[in-house]
């Protein structure tokens, strides 16, 4: 419930939901987490929601109220985004909004959240919420450090490095890279669980 997404059952790596804002958002580090911050908070509060109006919600209307509720708590956090983290925020431009839409968010609701307690659907939102930002993370450092030499806007290859000619490779910051370096990814993880089998 709350670990499987974090490696078994990660959203992105198995189900490979989420991979747009994935790709969108991962071209440094500091938006990748916030990315996956917003996403976690949202995923988790929403699910509680749900799971506490589940049996008043009338059939035929549920992916509405779902999507009303997710909508609702998009606004909060953007808001609160645009008031405490504005340049993050800027970075992230639509990419917030368009959480309202997530796979992910979406599918825990209809497949968890609609059939199980508060406190279950809410450790289930926050376990693929951080399964999903552990990916944004991966991906945004690894194009953060290879295409800008940097970590959280911190300088992290030396100087020494660029003088004995030292290139920062400016494919990483393509959101080309982004794809192939999911696709690694994946790779990696299904080798490894494949062999562990």
């Not at 992105?12 to 969108?24: D, H, K, N, Y």
């Not at 431009?93 to 997530?102: E, F, K």
């Not at 968010?105 to 926050?126: C, H, I, Q, T, Y």
């Not at 994946?186 to 062999?195: D, E, L, Q, S, T």
Request: overall charge positive.
């Amino acid at each position: 419930m709350f670990c499987n997404p974090l490696n078994l059952d990660n959203p992105i790596l198995i189900q490979v939901l989420g991979i747009c804002s994935a790709l969108a958002v991962t071209s440094q580090l500091k938006p990748a987490i916030v990315m996956g911050l917003a996403v976690t908070v949202i995923t988790a509060f929403s699910n509680v929601i749900i799971s506490l109006i589940r049996n008043t919600i009338p059939n035929r209307i549920r992916i509405v109220v779902q999507l009303v509720v997710v909508a609702a708590l998009v606004t909060i956090v953007s808001q609160i985004l645009k008031a405490f983290a504005y340049d993050v925020s800027v970075q992230l431009s639509v990419y917030v909004g368009l959480i309202i839409t997530n796979c992910i968010l979406m599918g825990r609701l209809e497949a968890f959240a609609m059939m199980n307690k508060p406190w279950p659907s809410f450790l289930d939102g926050v376990g693929n919420g951080l399964g999903y930002a552990m990916i944004l993370v991966i991906v945004g450092a690894f194009r953060e450090f290879f295409g800008r030499g940097s970590l959280l806007g911190f300088q992290i290859i030396p100087d020494a490095c660029y003088d004995f000619g030292y290139v920062n490779n400016g494919m990483m910051t393509m959101p080309a890279m982004a794809l192939i370096l999911v696709g690694c990814v994946i790779w990696v993880h299904r080798a490894y669980f494949y062999k562990e089998k």
